[in-house]
């Protein structure tokens, strides 16, 4: 001790911690590794499955900003995506105050079934942030599977029409 009073400014300055809590859920996806992987990876269509996320847009390969309606309240924010390994995990950190990080990985069950994982930690209560999740799996489970059965969506699949209903679309709706 040296008889000078303590020093707590440096204590003082410092931001209070958030809470965090974390959650997880899995969902087996009727789809290929790679159709979910890629579907998840599409991060513009979020919006699609994660129904508080709202206009997402592209700033960079790793940066992405969005509109976010946790409770009906707007809020801004840019989320990094922190790793990327090709139909296996995709990482993430976020600067709102919802979603902080997160995590989703994808597992094949068989060449037909993926199942997706999807860990989070943000400063909602975990119940409702445990009910969030699956709710969100819930909605990509239907958008994938939903997607796959269209077959304008795979690959390798040809529509087929006859020649004369090909050459009159060509020449225009009065040829022979």
């Keep these: 001790m040296d008889g000078s009073p303590p020093n707590y400014s440096a204590q003082a300055m410092e931001p209070a911690p958030i ?6 859920h899995s969902i087996v996806v009727k789809a290929s590794i790679g159709q979910v992987y890629q579907q998840w990876s599409r991060f513009e269509d979020l919006p699609k499955f994660i129904t508080p996320l709202r206009n997402i847009q592209r700033i960079d390969d790793a940066h992405f900003s969005y509109i976010w309606h946790p409770n009906g309240n707007e809020q801004r924010g840019v989320f990094h995506i922190l790793l990327r390994v090709p139909e296996c995990r995709i990482a993430w950190r976020s600067s709102s105050d919802g979603f902080m990080s997160g995590v989703v990985s994808f597992e094949p069950r068989s060449n037909e079934d993926t199942e997706v994982t999807l860990k989070i930690r943000s400063i909602f209560d975990p119940p409702n942030l445990s009910r969030r999740l699956e709710e969100y799996l819930g909605n990509f489970k239907r958008l994938v599977e939903n997607e796959g059965s ?27």
């Design 150 to 176: 269209c077959p304008m969506n795979q690959p390798g699949i040809a529509i087929s029409f006859p020649v004369s209903l090909l050459r009159r679309m060509l020449k225009g709706p009065h040829a022979k």
């Design 19 to 24: 809470e965090m809590n974390a959650a997880q």
